[in-house]
């Protein structure tokens, strides 16, 4: 384990940001949930707590023993974390009289406090609480204050124990990366020392460590980042003995098969294409429910590569591009549970294959997984790639799917993307694609009226696709786009725009 700082988790919408600001740091860090809070080790140099939505008041809120942490480690309490750390030493917590949310600015700040060096009065800070700390217990000293709030920050003499009532992991906290950093680096004294070079070595490292000498590792490959990268480490770690099997289910982008593969070979991945695509046509036939096309998918996927690893003599390891926060545990403050969210391509595979799982970005955030894969020489054209979902085109077809109606949908979408590329959009766009819909309408082409598909073309911004806006793209693109669409897709002859966001609507149409 590297050195770290624990991050405990008591449900805040903020606890990832924290983790994510700690990490730009280059310094790593982990989020358990209160419940599960782990011993302390020689590993944790520092310990913050999160955020909550509830309140310290209430008889049901979180409420863990923390003295194996308090002054033997740093610790940090934010918003709940610090209510917690008065309120469980005799302090008074009570419903702020002005209820604080948004911003505020830093009136007196100490400026001699380890935490708070370099950081100026005035300085605006972000507030998200109902309560606030009316009365300290003994031994703990204000250190900054806000007009409305006397206790914007506080200390335990003698100890590195501190809390502050504003979230400082939040772009509007204007210097509230300067005070983690004080905290990270200052007081738990961590050398900035996480790095995807310092990752890419050690992961390699450990891989060689769990993976048997004589052992065969086998790992699905999409064309995405996840499984790319995860690709490019275990090479790195064990060569050929990572045996890569990338299935074409057929309802991939245009060319998309082969370029990709070839991309693999080029890196010198040990890779496996499978064309599979007609048994998964055979297993769609006639399918239109959305749900029904899913697990159909997904139970071919399982079929075909359980067949494919059945051919890889000695295969003990499966490989997996699970990421971070496909992981992490989140703090159910409606209950006790703790929800492990999983990873939805390839649920079921572990089990049914009988192998052990290694997932070697389970530690990563998204855009740490695109550095490591820019430091093992993931070409951009993978790196950079839109999210695209494991139904592939199968989910963009409403109704049921055809060969035929993926060959239009795969032109159509071919040509969508390429005009995102030619006109410098596609680095703007979080995600693209076309949905081929099932209806038909009325067209004039030359002198003959036609009666033909029509198709809406998708394009959202987005951070993480769990909200998203449609992409504002110019008009001139569109025109031009749908012209081509239309001119060049004999069976398409209209092209809409999506402009929905998300929510109410989502990024995909099924
Ligand atoms: P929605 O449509 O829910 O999509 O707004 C959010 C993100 O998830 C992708 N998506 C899927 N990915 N299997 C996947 O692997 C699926 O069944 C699936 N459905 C949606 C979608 O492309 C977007 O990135």
């Known amino acids: 384990m590297p050195q770290q700082i624990l991050i405990l988790d008591f449900g805040s919408q903020y606890t990832q940001l924290i983790a994510r600001r700690i990490r730009e740091l280059n310094v790593y860090c982990e989020i358990h949930p209160f419940t599960h809070a782990p011993d302390l080790s020689e590993d944790i140099r520092g310990v913050v707590l999160s955020g909550s939505p509830c309140s310290v008041r209430d008889a049901a809120s979180p409420n863990p023993d923390l003295s194996q942490y308090l002054g033997r480690v740093p610790v940090l309490g934010v918003c709940y974390g610090a209510q917690l750390l008065a309120h469980q030493q005799g302090g008074e917590v ?16 100490h400026h001699d406090s380890p935490l708070l060096r370099g950081i100026p009065t005035g300085s605006q800070v972000w507030m998200s609480h109902g309560d606030t700390i009316k009365t300290l217990p003994e031994g703990f000293d204000s250190i900054a ?48 020392s996480w790095t995807p070079e310092h990752f890419v070595d050690s992961m390699v490292t ?7 000498e004589q052992d065969q590792v086998i790992l699905g490959l999409s064309g995405g980042v996840d499984s790319s990268v995860a690709a490019l480490l275990l090479h790195r770690a064990i060569g050929p003995r990572l045996h890569g099997i990338f299935v074409n289910n057929g309802l991939l982008r245009k060319d998309e098969y082969e370029g990709v593969l070839h991309s693999y070979r080029d890196l010198g991945l040990n890779v496996r294409g499978v064309d599979a695509s007609q048994e998964f046509y055979a297993a769609l036939a006639g399918l239109t429910d959305p749900e ?9 996927f399982i079929e075909v590569f359980d067949r494919e690893a059945q051919q890889v003599e000695g295969a003990r390891w499966l490989a997996q591009g699970t990421i971070y926060p496909d992981v992490i545990e989140s703090v159910s403050v409606n209950g006790p549970a703790v929800t492990i969210k999983s990873h939805h391509n390839v649920g079921g595979l572990p089990d049914k294959m009988n192998l052990k799982v290694v997932e070697p970005l389970r530690s990563l955030f998204k855009d740490e997984v695109r550095e490591v894969g820019h430091t093992l020489g993931l070409p951009v054209e993978i790196l950079h790639r839109h999210p695209f979902p494991g139904p592939g085109l199968g989910i963009r077809i409403l109704g049921d799917i055809t060969p035929e ?49 029509v198709v809406a073309l998708r394009a959202v911004t987005s951070v993480d696709g769990m909200t998203a806006d449609w992409a504002h793209l110019p008009y001139d693109f569109l025109a031009d786009v749908s012209n081509r669409i239309i001119n060049q897709v004999r069976g398409i002859n209209r092209v809409v725009y999506d402009i929905s966001s998300k929510p109410p609507a989502t990024i995909e149409w099924e």
């Open 94 to 109: 009570l419903p702020a009289t002005i209820r604080e949310y948004g911003r505020a600015r830093l009136s007196h700040v």
């Open 145 to 192: 204050s806000t007009p409305e709030v006397d206790v914007a920050a506080f200390h335990i003499e003698g100890q590195p124990t501190y809390g502050i009532q504003f979230h400082p992991e939040v772009t509007h906290s204007a210097d509230g990366k300067l005070l983690l950093h004080n905290f990270v680096v200052g007081i738990c004294g961590l050398d900035q």
């Open 206 to 212: 450990a891989l060689q460590r769990t993976i048997g």
């Open 292 to 300: 029904q096309k899913r697990k159909a998918i997904g139970r071919t």
């Open 405 to 453: 109606k993926v060959d239009l949908l795969q032109r159509a979408d071919a040509i969508f993307i390429k005009g995102l590329k030619d006109y410098g959009l596609y680095d703007q766009v979080w995600q693209a694609g076309v949905m081929l819909l099932p209806i038909q309408s009325v067209g004039v082409m030359g002198d003959e009226r036609t009666y033909e598909r």
